[in-house]
């Protein structure tokens, strides 16, 4: 095994590494001086964003909804580094608009990148750890992953269930030592609500203008607007790597904590006022 292979704390893996979140996790772990496998549709992009004179940076083109491209990408990864400790799901875009306003070529592209490209990403890296019996699979979520809304209806359920496969990857891979966290960032100062992450969808149905409408509107008002720090999450993501048990879910920005508690005291109010009903589903006692 080569120097460059044993000499880094750290290997990681990001997908989504060019821009936005992905790059500020990347430019964090290798200023902690942690080696990244990071990943783009085009490596140049990696390399523009962060900077070629990286001795622990290896870039690489990779859509993720392509399987056999992620499988070569960590194939090229374990050559160079040896392993992967960490793997980063960071890969996705959003789409704005009402459920029905959505065509159903929307919303396959959007599940194709942000839950079938993080299972492929997944697969791939996963035989590795496996074999260590070591590392950590962070999915990225959203606040949208916990509570959805108006206008952001099908990319939420793309996080939803994110969060579903976190919950069961934790339970199956915890036996195998490796841990599993999903993260939710709340809005973060990034370019998520502009073109190049979020589409739109051209449908504009005038009965939904005062929700998905208002929401589309907001977007844009928001838009580099955002309270969440992006420099901060990224140097929460590395507390995260360095806790020796670190959390299932791991909720980041004041706005993801207030939103995850007003939808915990919805719940347990209206699970209150129809539990008589749900119990009455029940065999009766002794049946």
């Not at 490209?117 to 606040?143: D, E, Q, T, Y």
């Amino acid at each position: 095994m080569t120097t460059s292979q044993t000499s880094f704390k750290r290997v990681w893996m990001i997908t989504g590494a060019s821009r936005g979140l992905g790059a500020r996790i990347a430019a964090a772990a290798l200023a902690s001086g942690d080696a990244v496998v990071a990943t783009a549709r085009r490596a140049t992009a990696i390399t523009e964003a962060l900077g070629a004179d990286h001795a622990g940076l290896l870039a690489l083109t990779l859509d993720v909804t392509d399987e056999a491209q992620a499988r070569a990408a960590v194939d090229a990864a374990l050559q160079r580094f040896g392993r992967i400790d960490v793997l980063v799901n960071n890969a996705g875009f959003g789409l704005l608009g009402a459920v029905e306003e959505a065509s159903a070529d929307e919303v396959r592209r959007v599940y194709e990148t942000n839950v079938f490209g993080l299972l492929n990403v997944s697969r791939a890296v996963l035989p590795a750890m496996r074999a260590r019996r070591a590392g950590h699979v962070i999915n990225i979520s959203s606040l949208g992953g916990y509570r959805s809304a108006a206008g952001f209806g099908v990319y939420c359920s793309t996080k939803f269930a994110v969060e579903g496969l976190t919950e069961a990857l934790h339970a199956e891979l915890a036996p195998l030592g490796i841990h599993a966290t999903v993260v939710e960032p709340g809005y973060f100062r990034t370019e998520f609500l502009e073109g190049q992450s979020l589409t739109t969808s051209p449908t504009v149905l005038d009965d939904y203008a005062a929700t998905a409408g208002a929401v589309r509107q907001r977007a844009r008002q928001i838009s580099l607007n955002q309270p969440g720090d992006p420099e901060r999450l990224a140097q929460a993501l590395l507390t995260l790597v360095d806790a020796p048990q670190p959390p299932l879910r791991l909720p980041l920005g004041s706005d993801t904590l207030q939103a995850i508690a007003d939808k915990n005291a919805r719940v347990a109010q209206e699970t209150a006022q129809w539990q008589d009903l749900a119990r009455s589903t029940d065999f009766p006692a002794g049946t």
